[in-house]
């Protein structure tokens, strides 16, 4: 710990704690829910029952439930039983994405005095799942301006006063992050809940959500941004809310996307002669409108947009690399990856996917040993399952190259796949 943090920390003074139990998940439940009183520093938990599962199943509106067990018809923004109330929301979402671990929070807000509701992502929803709560309510005002941490390695919560820190968001992220991990892997595992120096002059002061960046090893920030609900926090002096994992993970790290295989290739072929690309752009005059149609001579040349390609291409058009990336990873016809000789596409579109083209393509898949997407060892065939070959009269359609087959039955593959290696000549 720094020198900042140190002072910042020795400045603090205890106003309550509180020891927890650690209670497992259970189908997704804690089966209990935390509310702190910070006017009069009292912290209890309160049991999920099981009304409230068949309401809000998963949990996605434990939030709002326990808003309406402290509210009533006076009840305004400023109120001090004005709550704010979280909720992890179904199964407290995922740590994989900083964005998709859900956290569901409800406040009455101080734009209409009305309830009003906002998610973000970030680890907080998730982290107070793994502490045991399904949900938590912050209820009453402070007099002094105060940290709420809850600690999950410890399984203790206080409430502290805490003079020092910064109300700005991004900073004060930094020096909590620091002061309540005890290693590099506890800064993984820390979310702050805090509301900026904006929401104390507006009424649309926002809630920022920190996660923390392994790859920069700073915290960052994610906002939930509906109603007012950080006007509310930054009211009750608050001045975060902090919670640290029980590091149930070694380490956190992003995970690629389910999606990013479509578009990311494993390899990405070069060429050593880039002549031939530059001869392309001149038969086009190196003119940025006819860049598709470069990435078609391209294509059917190296039956792949080579990687050395874009730079020349850019060099000779001046169309920007990311809009050249996109091209190529957009269109079908093109593939950052070298694709077979043959490209057998398989339509999976309305007319052909009720005549049975998804038994084509998994039959296909047997046949020569590879998953839709992907190339035989052989470089012979790529095989592609696609959204539509407009030609839906003669469905189920496949298409080898240039050439359409309809009416296609399972009992055709074979002799469709020893013609194209027969009119094969390369």
Not at 140 to 168: M, R, V
Not at 401 to 422: M, P
């Amino acid at each position: 710990m720094n020198k900042h943090v140190e002072k910042l920390k020795s400045a603090h003074n205890l106003i309550a704690e509180k020891d927890f139990e650690h209670k497992e998940l259970l189908k997704g439940y804690a089966d209990r829910s935390l509310r702190i009183d910070i006017s009069t520093g009292e912290i209890t938990t309160h049991p999920v029952t099981e009304q409230m599962k068949q309401l809000w199943t998963g949990g996605k509106g434990f939030d709002l439930w326990l808003t309406f067990q402290e509210i009533n018809e006076n009840t305004r923004w400023d109120s001090p039983e004005n709550p704010i109330c979280f909720s992890s929301g179904p199964l407290g979402g995922t740590t994989s994405f900083p964005g998709s671990g859900k956290t569901l929070v409800t406040a009455i807000s101080p734009l209409t005095d009305g309830i009003i509701d906002s998610n973000v992502g970030g680890y907080f929803g998730p982290y107070l799942k793994f502490a045991g709560f399904d949900a938590l309510t912050l209820i009453g005002k402070s007099e002094k301006e105060i940290i709420i941490f809850i600690d999950a390695i410890k399984n203790k919560i206080t409430i502290e006063e805490a003079p020092l820190e910064s109300i700005d968001s991004h900073i004060l992220a930094e020096e909590l992050t620091e002061m309540y991990a005890e290693n590099e892997l506890e800064k993984k595992n820390i979310a702050v809940v805090s509301a900026g120096r904006g929401a104390q002059h507006t009424r649309m002061g926002v809630l920022n959500f920190s996660f923390y960046d392994w790859k920069r090893e700073v915290p960052r920030l994610k906002q939930a941004g509906r109603g007012g609900i950080g006007t509310v926090m930054r009211d009750k002096k608050i001045k975060a809310l902090v919670i640290k994992s029980s590091g149930i993970s070694p380490d956190w790290e992003i995970e690629e996307s389910p999606v990013a295989k479509l578009v990311t290739p494993k390899i990405i072929p070069t060429i050593d002669k880039t002549s031939k690309i530059e001869e392309i752009c001149e038969k086009w005059e190196n003119n940025p409108e006819y860049v598709i149609e470069m990435f078609q001579d391209i294509q059917e040349e190296y039956r792949c947009i080579p990687e050395n390609a874009l730079p020349i291409i850019q060099k000779k058009t001046g169309t920007p690399k990311a809009n050249l990336y996109h091209i190529a990873t957009f269109y079908k016809a093109f593939s950052l990856e070298k694709k077979g000789i043959k490209t057998i596409q398989v339509c999976k579109g309305t007319a052909c996917h009720v005549k049975g083209s998804a038994n084509l393509l998994s039959h296909l898949e047997r046949l020569l040993g590879i998953k839709s997407g992907e190339t035989t060892s052989d470089g012979r065939f790529t095989l592609e399952g696609v959204a539509c070959l407009g030609a839906c009269s003669i469905a189920p359609v496949i298409k080898i190259d240039d050439q359409v087959f309809g009416h296609v039955k399972v009992s055709d593959l074979e002799k469709l796949l020893t013609e194209a290696k027969e009119s094969d000549h390369e």
